[in-house]
Nanobody, 115 residues
Framework: QVQLVESGGGLVQPGGSLRLSCAAS????????MGWYRQTPGKQRQLVAL???????NYADSVKGRFTISRDNAKNTVYLQMNSLKPEDMAVYYC?????????WGQGTQVTVSS
């Protein structure tokens, strides 16, 4: 019933920036949490950043100070601003949402960090 549409991934040089967006396909009545996870081949998805309904945020230590998560409830959208990107940030990034009583995942967007 809800589809999370991700955008903003792509190729960027080390030290560059990208902004990921994740928009829900319909209006959201109750948002418990939204966030971003990432995954590389052979590894489980790992939390990158999370924002709760109370606007509390949580970041992985590896991205703290470089990434910023935010959301716009009016647009049913969550963002991940990624600055000072490093090669180790290269992964498929997945949007996560716990909303309207259910959990949803985006299809993933590739972030490539390479010179």
């Amino acid at each position: 019933q809800v589809q999370l549409v991700e955008s903003g991934g792509g190729l960027v040089q080390p030290g560059g920036s990208l902004r990921l967006s994740c928009a829900a396909s319909r209006s959201i009545f109750t948002i418990y949490a939204m966030g971003w996870y990432r995954q590389t081949p052979g590894k489980q998805r790992q939390l990158v950043a999370l924002i709760t309904s109370g606007d509390s945020t949580n970041y992985a230590d590896s991205v703290k100070g470089r990434f910023t998560i935010s959301r716009d409830n009016a647009k049913n959208t969550v963002y991940l601003q990624m600055n000072s990107l490093k090669p180790e940030d290269m992964a498929v990034y997945y949007c996560y949402a716990a909303l309207d009583g259910l959990t949803y995942w985006g299809q993933g967007t590739q972030v490539t960090v390479s010179s």
